[in-house]
């Protein structure tokens, strides 16, 4: 299985790092208009994995040379987008062997000649 790159092979990310748990909900309204929304388990998501214990990671890269943009690229177009899995181990040193990305599309803000930005969404489902 793939692994996340290890960029310049000194870091797997740059702060800011945020993680948030997910939990599949079921939302209902009423013909009276009111709203529950319930916690269900277990689920699965499109791809018949199941979502009933997700991670969800916010990776952030404020500032990658053009050599680091194009491993991250690679490997963002090798997994196919949100297709591919792939272990990823997190700042703690957690490695998550069954992750895939949680969006289609790789968008690098420009900084200065040689430096970019980019935000990635990534869903770990162990």
Do not use: W
């Not at 916010?58 to 690679?74: G, S, W």
């Amino acid at each position: 299985m793939a692994a996340f790159p290890l960029l310049s092979g000194l870091f797997v990310t740059q702060f800011p790092y945020a993680e948030t748990d997910l939990l599949p909900t079921v939302r209902d309204e009423t013909s009276a208009g009111f709203v529950t929304v319930s916690a269900i388990k277990p689920a699965t998501d499109q791809f018949g994995q199941s979502i009933s214990n997700q991670l969800r990671c916010i990776v952030r890269f404020p500032n990658i040379n053009d050599t680091d943009k194009a491993a991250l690229e690679a490997f963002f177009n090798d997994m196919a987008g949100r297709l591919g899995s792939f272990a990823f181990t997190d700042d703690a040193g957690t490695t998550h062997a069954t992750c895939r990305f949680d969006q289609d599309d790789l968008n690098f803000d420009y900084k200065a000649v040689g430096l970019s930005s980019v935000e990635l969404a990534i869903l770990c489902l162990d």
